[in-house]
């Protein structure tokens, strides 16, 4: 009698962040659609903000669960229920390192209720972010494949790694505001002033977050493979480059928030939106295609209200219709000092702000929208590439200015506000406008578009990113011990 061989395991291990949470989820689903069973690990917090999600995969048949773990926040000094990295994120501190090393601390304490689990589950793969290293160590004790994923693109994966080989910025003229990443393709050039964190360790503001970072890179030498939220039609020229040139083994299964098909599984994507779904779509139906440019700096932005201010007096000047994300909310006994005064009134109708959590791809995905202010983070970036609209690009740090050159440089769907640290409102408002309207608008509108098509064709059976998955789940079967 031939013996029944049990489905494919895979087990997911995200960062407690929106931004890598979401597109975890995403991917457990990806796999889940093509008869994985998958499982996902995380806190109580974070499970419940993405409970429907899952429960809708499972409906439609899917095998996929969660299973959760308690995070010891206050074993570690932290505030019960301190359960995102988001939270050290602050407008007037910006991040705040003392939470951010008792957060890693509790997440270093993890390993061992997680390794249970494997003992308990037994699955065939462990997919687990890179900022978790202990991730590889306990794969392997179980003897399974760990897979990496970073969260970012090829491109600043690729870029990241000449910056650490080649340190440039250790040997330019002093005066060069500017120089080139040595042996990237495309000649790329970086601002000094924009140079990323991480690639200095004498940059990096606290002991324990630098090793980390070092621990982190030493347990992905050990690790199987990368996974990669991307599609090879968007950077082929650095997929290649990180497969053949740095050796790496590497999959990309992207775009992977074109796994939401339904508008609420858009609405309900990471978190409970501040707006209501037919609310939204409502404002949106009553404006011509292209004509709102959509503003949102991620789930960690720290501008602060001055800078806010600014963009406010940018937009308005510009004359555009929008709609504006922030993480502020609305307090009526307070003043609004973000805002200036009268700014909801006069553009009544024109824009829109949400305060809070927006349906970002719901709005992306609108014809209306034609246009995408961003602090470039990769899955926004992504998200913008995948509705086909130019993008005014504003990164605020890491692996943001790299995907800024890739839009700017590379793809040339993207106006940057500049590199400086403060950005003027007529900085904003050329920016904004030249993405909007005019000739370059237009080109790099239909360049945007034709990404977006290759986007959906990458995903779709036969598709680039479609068959990559296919051989990625094909090897983790042919590695089972079974
Ligand atoms: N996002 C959203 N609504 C918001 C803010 C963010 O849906 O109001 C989602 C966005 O679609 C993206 C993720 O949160 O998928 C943010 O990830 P990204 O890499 O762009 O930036 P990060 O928040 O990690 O800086």
Same mark, same amino acid.
């Given at each position: 009698?031939?013996?029944?061989?049990p489905q494919l395991h895979v087990f997911f291990?995200?960062?407690?962040?929106?931004?890598?949470?979401?597109?975890?989820?995403?991917?457990a689903?990806?796999f889940a659609d093509r008869g994985v069973k998958t499982t996902i690990?995380?806190?109580?917090?974070?499970?419940?903000?993405?409970?429907?999600?899952?429960?809708?995969s499972k409906?439609?048949g899917n095998d996929i669960g969660?299973?959760?773990?308690?995070?010891?926040?206050?074993?570690?000094?932290?505030?019960?229920?301190?359960?995102?990295?988001?939270?050290?994120?602050?407008?007037?501190?910006?991040?705040?390192?003392?939470?951010?090393?008792?957060?890693?601390?509790?997440?270093?304490?993890?390993?061992?209720?997680?390794?249970?689990?494997?003992?308990?589950c037994k699955p065939d793969c462990?997919?687990?972010?890179?900022?978790?290293?202990?991730?590889?160590? +306990? %794969?392997?004790?179980?003897?399974?494949?760990?897979?990496?994923?970073?969260?970012? !693109? $090829?491109?600043? /994966?690729? #870029? =990241?790694?000449?910056?650490?080989?080649?340190?440039?910025?250790?040997?330019?003229?002093?005066?060069?505001?500017?120089?080139?990443?040595?042996?990237?393709?495309?000649?790329?050039?970086?601002?000094?002033?924009?140079?990323?964190?991480?690639?200095?360790?004498?940059?990096?503001?606290?002991?324990?977050?630098?090793?980390?970072?070092? +621990? %982190?890179?030493?347990?992905?030498?050990?690790?199987?493979?990368?996974?990669?939220? !991307? $599609?090879?039609? /968007?950077? #082929? =020229?650095?997929?290649?480059?990180?497969?053949?040139?740095?050796?790496?083994?590497?999959?990309?299964?992207?775009?992977?928030?074109?796994?939401?098909?339904?508008?609420?599984?858009?609405?309900?994507?990471?978190?409970?939106?501040?707006?209501?779904?037919?609310?939204?779509?409502?404002?949106?139906?009553?404006?011509?295609?292209?004509?709102?440019?959509?503003?949102?700096?991620?789930?960690?932005?720290?501008?602060?209200?001055?800078?806010?201010?600014?963009?406010?007096?940018?937009?308005?000047?510009?004359?555009?219709?929008?709609?504006?994300?922030?993480?502020?909310?609305?307090?009526?006994?307070?003043?609004?000092?973000?805002?200036?005064?009268?700014?909801?009134?006069?553009?009544?109708?024109?824009?829109?702000?949400?305060?809070?959590?927006?349906?970002?791809?719901?709005?992306?995905?609108?014809?209306?929208?034609?246009?995408?202010?961003?602090?470039?983070?990769?899955?926004?970036?992504?998200?913008?590439?995948?509705?086909?609209?130019?993008?005014?690009?504003?990164?605020?740090?890491?692996?943001?200015?790299?995907?800024?050159?890739?839009?700017?440089?590379?793809?040339?769907?993207?106006?940057?506000?500049?590199?400086?640290?403060?950005?003027?409102?007529?900085?904003?408002?050329?920016?904004?406008?030249?993405?909007?309207?005019?000739?370059?608008?237009?080109?790099?509108?239909?360049?945007?578009?034709?990404?977006?098509?290759?986007?959906?064709?990458?995903?779709?059976?036969?598709?680039?990113?479609?068959?990559?998955?296919?051989?990625?789940i094909?090897?983790l079967n042919?590695?089972?011990?079974?």
């Open positions: 009698m031939e013996r029944q061989i291990l995200p960062l407690l962040a929106h931004g890598h949470l979401i597109p975890t989820v995403d991917m689903k990806m690990i995380t806190t109580p917090l974070n499970a419940s903000a993405f409970s429907n999600t899952i429960r809708r409906e439609s969660v299973r959760i773990l308690k995070f010891p926040a206050v074993e570690v000094g932290l505030p019960e229920g301190f359960e995102s990295s988001d939270m050290m994120f602050t407008s007037q501190e910006g991040i705040k390192w003392e939470l951010l090393n008792k957060f890693n601390q509790a997440m270093f304490m993890l390993q061992q209720p997680f390794e249970q689990l494997l003992q308990e462990l997919v687990a972010d890179w900022f978790i290293p202990w991730a590889t160590d +306990a %794969a392997n004790k179980y003897g399974i494949p760990r897979l990496v994923f970073h969260g970012t !693109s $090829f491109f600043a /994966l690729c #870029a =990241s790694a000449c910056m650490r080989l080649y340190e440039p910025h250790e040997k330019v003229q002093s005066g060069s505001e500017s120089f080139v990443v040595p042996n990237l393709p495309g000649d790329i050039e970086l601002p000094i002033s924009q140079l990323p964190k991480y690639s200095s360790a004498q940059d990096v503001e606290t002991d324990f977050f630098t090793k980390l970072l070092k +621990a %982190a890179g030493e347990a992905e030498l050990k690790s199987y493979g990368v996974i990669v939220n !991307s $599609f090879y039609e /968007l950077e #082929a =020229s650095y997929v290649d480059y990180y497969r053949n040139v740095m050796g790496k083994k590497a999959w990309h299964i992207g775009p992977v928030s074109l796994c939401n098909r339904e508008n609420i599984d858009k609405t309900e994507r990471g978190n409970k939106s501040a707006i209501d779904e037919h609310e939204c779509l409502k404002w949106l139906d009553s404006k011509q295609p292209d004509s709102v440019l959509y503003i949102c700096f991620g789930s960690l932005n720290t501008f602060s209200s001055a800078q806010l201010k600014e963009i406010a007096m940018g937009l308005e000047a510009s004359e555009l219709q929008f709609i504006w994300v922030v993480r502020k909310q609305k307090n009526d006994n307070e003043d609004e000092e973000w805002l200036p005064e009268g700014f909801e009134k006069r553009t009544e109708g024109k824009g829109l702000i949400i305060r809070g959590w927006a349906p970002q791809v719901l709005i992306l995905d609108h014809e209306a929208i034609g246009g995408f202010m961003t602090h470039c983070g990769w899955n926004s970036t992504l998200e913008g590439v995948c509705a086909g609209v130019p993008m005014v690009t504003w990164p605020e740090r890491g692996d943001q200015f790299y995907n800024e050159k890739l839009m700017t440089q590379v793809l040339k769907i993207g106006v940057s506000v500049g590199t400086q640290k403060w950005v003027e409102r007529e900085a904003i408002g050329k920016a904004v406008k030249e993405t909007m309207k005019g000739e370059r608008a237009e080109e790099m509108r239909n360049r945007a578009r034709k990404l977006a098509e290759a986007a959906k064709m990458a995903v779709e059976k036969g598709g680039s990113s479609y068959s990559d998955l296919d051989s990625l094909q090897e042919s590695e089972r011990k079974l």
